[in-house]
């Protein structure tokens, strides 16, 4: 039982350079989101979808796009990379129920120069 | 909106000492909270969720809605508690704060 898996582990891009994020569960699981991991600022909600076919914007969504593909999968794309966009990005999933937990990926680190 | 925060960013304490890590919260509605726990080079983890009201090694954490706090306990540190921990909440969505980096001294 994989849980989430992310995809790549490590990405360097130039700026302008785009990218997609691959994320995928295997619990079954209606919600998905992506993080960003910052040092000081904690995890910031980028975009989430709590089912399939729905998406949502978090705190810091500009400059990215979400596709949610289907149940178990949910992707992140970087249309025109930028050197603020250099963090480490998280997918997580949960069943939906109030007080069911996120499990999460094991973390992108994305580096723009 | 919903937001948490955690007043310190670093937190360090000698082994066997108390350990209280603070959490407070703002959110018009009902709140479920829940503290993570990351390891070094490890992915997040769930620690514990108020809901369940359990200790998990030797951790606690209460919900005081009068103060809007989720504060995390432990009465004795271990070096291996040694991580970043985040306090969440899940009112529309989920939300972290910055988190605190507990150092356990040997």
């Known amino acids: 039982n994989a849980g989430v898996t992310q995809t790549p582990k490590f990405q360097v891009l130039k700026t302008g350079q785009s990218m997609t994020l691959q994320c995928a569960q295997d619990?079954?699981?209606?919600?998905m989101y992506w993080y960003r991991q910052d040092p000081g600022m904690g995890l910031r909600l980028i975009y989430y979808?709590?089912?399939?076919?729905?998406?949502d914007k978090g705190e810091v969504p500009n400059g990215y796009n979400v596709s949610r593909l289907n149940k178990r999968e949910f992707s992140l794309r970087l249309e025109s990379a930028a050197p603020s966009q250099t963090s480490v990005y998280f997918c997580?999933?949960?069943?939906?129920?109030?007080?069911?937990?996120?499990?999460f990926g094991n973390g992108t680190r994305l580096t723009v120069t | 909106a919903q937001r948490v925060t955690q007043p310190e960013k670093l937190l360090s304490v000698f082994k066997g000492a108390p350990v209280e890590l603070k959490c407070n919260y703002s959110?018009?509605?009902?709140?479920?909270l829940f503290w993570y726990v990351q390891y070094s080079r490890q992915r997040l983890q769930l620690l514990l969720r108020?809901?369940s009201r359990e200790s998990i090694k030797g951790f606690t954490a209460d919900l005081n809605k009068g103060e809007t706090s989720f504060h995390l306990k432990k009465p004795f540190a271990q070096e291996e508690d040694s991580a970043m921990y985040y306090c969440?909440?899940?009112?529309?969505?989920?939300?972290f704060g910055p988190g605190t980096r507990l150092s356990v001294l040997p």
């Open positions: 108020h809901i």
């Open positions: 979808s709590a089912s399939e076919g729905t998406t």
């Open positions: 619990m079954n699981h209606n919600s």
């Open positions: 969440a909440l899940y009112g529309q969505n989920f939300v």
């Open positions: 959110y018009s509605g009902s709140p479920e």
């Open positions: 997580a999933s949960t069943d939906g129920d109030r007080d069911s937990p996120l499990h």
